[in-house]
C-alpha cells in the first residue's frame, strides 16, 4: 500500500489507462481502492456492496479513461465522480435493505469528522490541506451539513431529517458552507456564478427539478462541469477521516476478470500513432479524432442530441415497411431519471391501443432484482407488465388501458416479482410523457 503522503500523478495514470497499460490500473488500485472501499462502506453500510461498487468503478475508469482529458478538471475528481455514480446507483437498487440497516447504523464517525478535524484518525497523512483549515473557520450546522450530505445516499430531505435539521436551514447551511469554501479555496478563483451550486449537485441528493437546473448550466456553460470536478476532488479529503479498509486480493482480481476481459478493438492507425513517453506524457495523435471524442464525451448537449437523434432514428425505422394498421397515434420517449441525455427506451401506440416497447440502450440488473413498467393517469398509478431483459416487448391495448397524450410511462427497479404497492416501490429508471402524433 502507498503511503498516502507520497504525490500521485493521478493524470499520467489515466493516460497510461488509456494507452491499455493494465499495470497503471493495478498501480492506481492499490493507491486508491482503501479509500474507496471506505467511502463506499461508508455510504451503503454494507462490505459486500461496497467491494461491487469498488469493483465496477474500476472496471468503467479502464474503460473510459481515454475519456478523460486534463482540461474537464482533477483526475481525482473525475474518478471519484465514476465511483460515487456507481454508489448511487447501487444505494438506489438496494434502497429498503440499506434503511433498514441503517437504522443501526453507528454515526460516531461523522461525529468525529464534523467535530475533531484533526483527531489523527489515520497515521499516514500529509500535512492538513487548506481544504480542511477553512472547513473548520465554519460554525458547526454548516460543517454538519456539508459532511453528512457528502456521505450520504439518501436526498436532502432524508438527510436533513436525520440530522434533525429543518430542510430549509439544512439547504442553507450547505449554501453557507460551499460558498466560503469557494471563496478561499484558488481553485475555484476566479468566482464563478455556478460555483455553489455545483457543489450541492456533487454532494448529491437534488430533486429532479433542481437537476434539471444543473443540466441547463452545464449546457450553457462548458467550463460549469469542470466546477464540478472540481469540487468532487476537494471532498476526496473528507476521505481521510475514514478509518481506513484493507482492500483483499480477491477484489482486485475481480477488476481483473472484468476489466481485462476483452481487450479494446483499435484500428492500426491510432496503435501507429498513439504512445506515451517515458513521462508518461500523451504524444500528439496522427488525427484530432478520439481528442474530439474524448471531449465529447463530457459534454451534455452532444449527449442530449445524441438521444434525440437515436429516438428519431428508431421512429424512422419503424415507419419503414410498417403496415397502415400498426403505424404509431402516440409516441413516448422514456428518458433516464438519472441523466437527461440519454434515451432508455421509445414507446409506440398505434391506433388499436397496442404499445410496443423499443429499447435505445442495454439495461442489465442485478439478480434478485426486475424492471417493472408503469402508467401514470390521473393520478393514479397501474402495474403493466415486469422487463426481464432489454428486448423489444409489446403490450395489448386490453393491459394498458385507455392512455391519452400527457399520460406518463415508467419503468422502475423493483424486487424478482415486481412492487407489492400499487405503485413503483423502487427507483423510477425511465420515464416518459405520451405525445400525439
Known sequence: MFARNTPFNYEKNLKACAKGQKSALQTLFKHEAPPMLALSL?????????????????VLIWNNAEAYDEDMGPARGWIYSILRYRINQIFKEHY????????????????????????????????????????????????????????????????????????????????????????HLPEFSPPHHATEKMGEYVLGGLSE????????????????SRIALLWEAQFTHLLSQLPAQVVGSRVWEKVKAKAFAKAPIQSPAATATDSVDEDGGELTYGSGLKTTLRKLWFMLPFWRSLALLLGIAALAFWYVGTPPSDLPKKVAVLDSSMSSTQTGWVVRINAAG????????????????????????NDNDSALGLIRDSKAFRL??????????????????????????????????????????
Open 96 to 183: 429498503d435493505a440499506i434503511q433498514t440497516a441503517s437504522k443501526n447504523q453507528d454515526e460516531s464517525v461523522l461525529n468525529e469528522v464534523s467535530s475533531n478535524l484533526h483527531a489523527d484518525v489515520r497515521e499516514d497523512l500529509p500535512a492538513t490541506p487548506a481544504f480542511y483549515l477553512h472547513l473548520e473557520e465554519l460554525p458547526d450546522e454548516p460543517q454538519k451539513a456539508l459532511i453528512n450530505m457528502y456521505f450520504s445516499g439518501m436526498s436532502q430531505a432524508q438527510t436533513a431529517t436525520k440530522v434533525g435539521m429543518p430542510l430549509g436551514r439544512f439547504k442553507e447551511n450547505l449554501f453557507l458552507g460551499l460558498q466560503h469554501l469557494a471563496k
Open 396 to 437: 395489448s391495448a386490453e393491459k394498458i388501458g385507455p392512455i391519452q397524450a400527457g399520460d406518463q410511462l415508467l419503468i422502475s427497479l423493483e424486487p424478482d416479482g415486481g412492487s407489492r404497492n400499487d405503485r413503483p416501490s423502487g427507483s423510477v429508471l425511465y420515464k416518459g410523457t405520451v405525445a400525439d402524433l
Open 209 to 224: 427539478n433542481e437537476e434539471k437546473l444543473v443540466y441547463k448550466l452545464m449546457n450553457d456553460d462548458a467550463g460549469v
Open 354 to 377: 397496442d404499445a410496443l416497447f423499443s429499447p435505445v440502450v442495454r439495461q442489465t440488473v442485478s439478480d434478485g432484482l426486475v424492471l417493472q413498467v408503469w402508467k401514470h393517469a
Open 42 to 58: 461508508r455510504v451503503l453500510g454494507n462490505y459486500h456492496l461496497a467491494e461491487q461498487a469498488v469493483v465496477s468503478a474500476f
